[in-house]
């Protein structure tokens, strides 16, 4: 028996016996997913490590684009179609976004190009060299304020005038 | 024999391991803290359950909400076709060691770009938070990665977790186990780095990602997440296993899952989750330690 026919074989055996014994539609399919998942991992199924040596045809880079290109967007498309055929008493609903209260949370409310990296930043401060301007509120009630940050290109801000004086 | 092990390993691997290995890391630490705890395998229970649900989705979301659980899950199965088990992975080619790390890092990517589609402030701050720490976890586990390579003489998984043995092994193993653990429970957002149970806190990073995720794929979410708690572990235990057949090979990887497992329970009982500010000195130190080990194997 080949691998890949035992492949299909066993988890088509655990995918009518988990329909069966769970009656849970999604379960089964998940594992017959799996299962073929499995099998055309079987079906690709190379010697370890020393193609490059032996095939200079195939390259690593070829492998790895071959596997990123066709195994993450058909197991996606897989998985996709399973999430779509829902159990026949399930529904779909529509609500608000999850943000302890703030209910209707507007753009300004968002994270920003300028914020979303702010722990990176930090992180690298020394290297980076972010200015950082801010006038906090003044006052009891809510006021004007201002926070600005600006981070020099490392490379033409900071090092190519170094490099090359006067540009 | 070793067929039947192989095709044997991939289903245990990819749909029971990760419920036992995440039940087995709750008992421990109920058993700790001296209550019974759940069941072992509740997380599967709740997997299952979830699977049947429905969903509720933001009025804000569009497609590439609905996209991240799916591609994230899709990620780490093509993850786990280049991670040797229990014997020689199903794709192994030289280099395939970064594609594993980056097919994790695309898992990452997904997730990331689902939080910030719910256009919520909160979850934009998790996403904010785990590129951070994960761009530090990062060269961590690229220097392990190249420490073993240079020692095996090529980028293949399967070569560089094959069991090796010699008189300048020993030093440069433990640097990489250690490593290769911090990276654990930092890609895994495990106490110290992150707490797993934590819902609603300010504090948290991974979790505050998927609060808008519910059903379905809430269920691919945890399980793609355990799937990635296991293959990382079985790395772990891989780099101490000697020579030895299929099936005992299979049996002890197995027993060294829940060895890894009942480790980060132990962690989780005795300390805390450090403070957010803490956390890179800890990724740091463990690239420091990265560096070391590559530095004993080039010696």
């Given amino acids: 028996m080949t691998p890949l026919a035992a492949c299909v074989l066993i988890l088509a055996a655990a995918a009518v016996l988990s329909g069966g014994l769970l009656r849970r539609s999604r379960a089964a399919g998940l594992i017959v997913i799996a299962g073929l998942a499995a099998a055309a991992g ?16 195939w390259s690593p880079l070829l492998t790895a684009i071959g596997l990123l290109g066709a195994g993450v967007p058909i197991l996606s498309a897989l998985l996709w179609a399973f ?3 829902p159990p026949a008493r399930t529904k779909t609903g529509r609500g608000l976004a999850l943000g302890c209260g703030f209910a209707a949370s507007s753009a300004r409310m968002q994270y920003t190009g300028s914020s ?31 926070f600005g940050s600006f981070t020099p290109d490392p490379a033409l801000e900071r090092g190519l005038p170094v490099l090359v004086p006067g540009i | 024999m070793e067929t039947i092990t192989l095709v044997l390993s991939y289903p245990i691997i990819l749909l029971l391991a990760p419920p036992v290995m995440l039940g087995l890391i709750t008992k421990t630490k109920a058993l700790v803290a001296g209550r019974k705890g759940p069941p072992v395998l509740q997380p599967l229970y709740d997997t299952i359950k979830l699977l049947g649900k429905g969903a509720v989705y933001s009025s804000t979301t569009t497609w590439m909400f609905k996209l991240g659980p799916v591609v994230s899950l ?18 192994s080619f030289n280099g395939d060691a970064i594609l594993f790390a980056y097919l994790f890092a695309l898992g990452r990517f997904v997730t990331v770009m689902a939080a910030l589609d719910t256009g919520s402030s909160f979850e934009g701050m998790g996403a904010s938070r785990e590129v951070a720490f994960s761009s530090l976890a990062e060269p961590a ?23 090796h043995s010699g008189p300048s092994a020993a030093a440069g193993t433990i640097l990489v186990l250690g490593t290769l ?28 990602m998927v609060l808008d995720h519910g059903g379905p794929d809430l269920a691919f979410i945890l399980h793609g997440a355990g799937i990635k708690l296991v293959l990382m572990s079985a790395l772990l235990v891989r780099l101490v296993l000697p020579e030895m ?28 989750r450090v ?25």
């Fill in chain 1, 42 to 57: 079987d079906i690709v199924r190379l010697p370890p490590g020393d193609i490059a040596v032996n095939a200079p045809v």
């Fill in chain 1, 83 to 85: 999430r779509l055929a």
């Fill in chain 1, 116 to 146: 979303y990296p702010v722990p990176v930043i930090r992180v690298f401060s020394v290297l980076l060299g972010t200015n950082e301007e801010f006038r906090p509120p003044k006052g009891y009630w809510p006021a004007k304020a201002f």
């Fill in chain 2, 74 to 91: 899709a990620a780490v199965f093509c993850a786990s076709a280049l991670a040797p088990l229990a014997g020689a992975p199903l794709i």
């Fill in chain 2, 141 to 163: 586990l690229i220097l392990t990665f190249a420490s073993l390579a240079y020692r095996s003489g090529g980028l293949c998984l399967a070569q560089m977790f094959a069991p």
């Fill in chain 2, 181 to 208: 653990f911090v990276v654990l429970l930092a890609e895994n957002s495990r106490i110290p780095v992150d707490d797993p149970n934590t819902h609603l806190e300010l504090t948290m990073i991974h979790e505050v």
């Fill in chain 2, 245 to 272: 057949p299929p099936a005992a090979a299979l049996g002890s990887l197995l027993f060294g899952l829940g060895c890894v497992a009942v480790a980060i329970g132990l962690v989780e009982s005795s300390m805390a």
């Fill in chain 2, 275 to 299: 403070r957010m500010v803490r956390v890179p000195q800890l990724l740091v130190a463990a690239i420091c330690a990265a560096t070391f080990g590559l530095m004993l194997t080039l010696r």
